[in-house]
């Protein structure tokens, strides 16, 4: 698992981790069960602070990916199929309100876009 850093981001670090880590989870990279690097570890190969490791970490647990266990470490979650189902159809309908922007500007309307989207449905 590689988490990349970008300082020319403008999302905070911590951010960018949690991005990461639930994007390697949703995608499968990481299954259930799986365990994390500590906290420590992952800053230390990050060279990031503890603090920011810590904070990702919280912000996943609190999201329900990932469960910590006091002095064992942190796990992916068990699979929560409506959880995982819900942050992917989350996501998808960001990157379509960014098309519908996209395409207003550009003056396309939505029986274009849907056709659009039907030839790049048959691609793959």
Do not use: W
Not at 99 to 112: I, Q
């Amino acid at each position: 698992m590689d988490i990349v850093i970008s300082n020319a981001s403008d999302k905070p670090i911590y951010e960018q981790i949690v991005f990461q880590l639930k994007d390697a989870i949703l995608s499968g990279a990481l299954e259930p069960g799986s365990s994390l690097p500590s906290m420590r570890m992952l800053a230390n190969r990050l060279h990031v602070s503890v603090i920011t490791t810590k904070r990702a970490y919280a912000e996943l647990e609190a999201q329900g990916f990932i469960d910590t266990v006091q002095g064992k470490g942190s796990f992916v979650a068990g699979a929560n199929l409506e959880l995982l189902r819900e942050e992917c159809l989350r996501r998808v309908e960001e990157h379509l309100v960014a098309a519908l922007s996209d395409a207003r500007v550009a003056g396309v309307d939505v029986a274009e876009l849907h056709d659009m989207l039907d030839a790049l449905a048959v691609d793959e």
